[in-house]
């Protein structure tokens, strides 16, 4: 039987067994950015949907596209950047400009390559976190660092430079956070052999890696709009479940005879944010039901290898109750700044989700032609949740893992 790595393995086990990268964590490193043909004619399209969408002709130009066999697109980087493509497109011609004429199905001829190359790969056909985020990079200067200066994305939507800034922010908040995934065989090797101070300086790594998290998602508002975002290409990150727009979900022709319904791309498809979680014994089942059940379910959103670490992971040793049976004030202060790490990270998307969706949505319902306030669809999450209060529901469950000193 093949053996599978545990979270005690060493690091490069995991990094084999769990696809997890050393550098950019869960993200996938260096991404290809080019299809061969015939599928550089998906390219052509993804390339171009800002401009095609602004003229009109996004829905007329995938209309016309061939049906392409998705048998010559061999190896993981080359299927996850065709995956890429067709999510774009997909999102494109089902929001078009965004003004309400939605369309209810997709066309067979994205339709099928796209559901077959998602199956291959383990992922639902819609846009994900893991597409957008994990898989839309580059750096400009290959031999320059992993900086916001040094990278752009490969495919934008339209809100000009909006999706660039949504999306790299995104991503640097990833691989800061993720550097700290290294220490996973570490704090297990240290839990096994009862070591208090190398699970200690584990642990203010960790915190660390949060901390410098956090310091690079305040770059958001250097780099994103609010009305940009909530105006233009929070549409385009939309799903069909939950949506009012799409009640019943999109139909995938030649694929189903009934319209299926996925959730849009979401900061809860991170797999980084739900593994400190497991790590720190962070029990969000013990929260709200709904909120719970939604992060279970966003793990389907997830590449099947990260959500078998998280799995893992979970069968794991207990961090948090090693930390409680030795009753240590240094260790339990380790601990619980891990976690105060995590519930700032937590603090702060509350204020960008006020920020960047309910202030926007405050302001479009004052605007003389709406007499209406904010719509259910306006103050939700792209993953279809009621944001606010999935996020507190979250927070609260995070800051209840703290430990009560002696």
């Not at 999109?250 to 991170?270: C, H, M, N, R, T």
């Not at 720190?280 to 793990?299: C, H, P, T, V, Y």
């Not at 790490?341 to 709406?370: C, D, F, G, N, W």
Request: aromatic letters at 8%; glycine letters at 6%; one cysteine or more.
């Amino acid at each position: 039987m093949a053996h599978k790595a545990s979270p005690m393995a060493s690091f490069s086990e995991i990094s084999k067994e769990y696809h997890i990268d050393e550098y950019v964590g869960f993200a996938l490193p260096n991404p290809q950015e080019e299809l061969p043909h015939p599928y550089d004619a998906w390219v052509s399209i993804a390339k171009n949907l800002p401009v095609l969408i602004e003229n009109g002709e996004l829905r007329a130009a995938v209309e016309k596209l061939p049906m392409f066999s998705i048998d010559d697109l061999s190896g993981h980087k080359l299927q996850r950047l065709a995956r890429l493509v067709l999510g774009y497109i997909t999102m494109a011609y089902v929001w078009d400009q965004g003004d309400g004429d939605v369309r209810k199905v997709l066309p067979r001829n994205i339709a099928i390559p796209y559901c077959k190359l998602s199956e291959k790969l383990g992922l639902p056909p819609i846009l994900v976190y893991a597409d957008c985020v994990l898989a839309n990079w580059k750096k400009t200067d290959p031999n320059g660092p992993l900086s916001y200066e040094n990278m752009d994305i490969l495919f934008s939507f339209p809100g000009e430079d909006c999706s660039k800034g949504f999306f790299l922010i995104s991503l640097l908040v990833e691989i800061e956070a993720a550097k700290a995934i290294k220490d996973i065989p570490s704090i297990f090797k240290a839990l096994e052999h009862q070591d208090q101070d190398a699970l200690h300086k584990a642990l203010l790594n960790i915190t660390s890696c949060l901390q410098k998290a956090l310091k690079v998602f305040k770059q958001i508002h250097d780099c994103v709009q609010p009305d940009q975002f909530f105006s233009v290409l929070r549409i385009y990150l939309s799903g069909w479940k939950g949506n009012p727009q799409l009640p019943e979900g999109l139909l995938y022709e030649g694929v189903s005879d009934i319209p299926k319904k996925f959730a849009g791309g979401s900061a809860a498809q991170s797999s980084t944010f739900q593994c400190f979680d497991v790590l720190l014994g962070i029990n969000q089942n013990a929260g709200e039901a709904s909120a719970a059940a939604f992060l279970q379910e966003m793990r389907t959103y997830m590449p099947p290898a990260h959500q078998k670490f998280l799995h893992s992971l979970e069968s794991g040793p207990s961090v948090r109750e090693f930390v409680l049976s030795k009753n240590d004030g240094s260790l339990t202060t380790a601990y619980n700044d891990c976690v105060e790490a995590m519930v700032s990270l937590r603090s702060y998307h509350l204020q960008i989700v006020s920020k960047y969706i309910l202030i926007p949505a405050s302001r479009q319902s004052k605007k003389p032609e709406t007499s209406e306030e904010p719509s259910e669809m306006e103050s939700k999450g792209t993953g279809g949740t009621d944001l606010m209060k999935f996020l507190r529901n979250v927070r609260g469950t995070t800051e209840k893992a703290l430990l009560k000193k002696d």
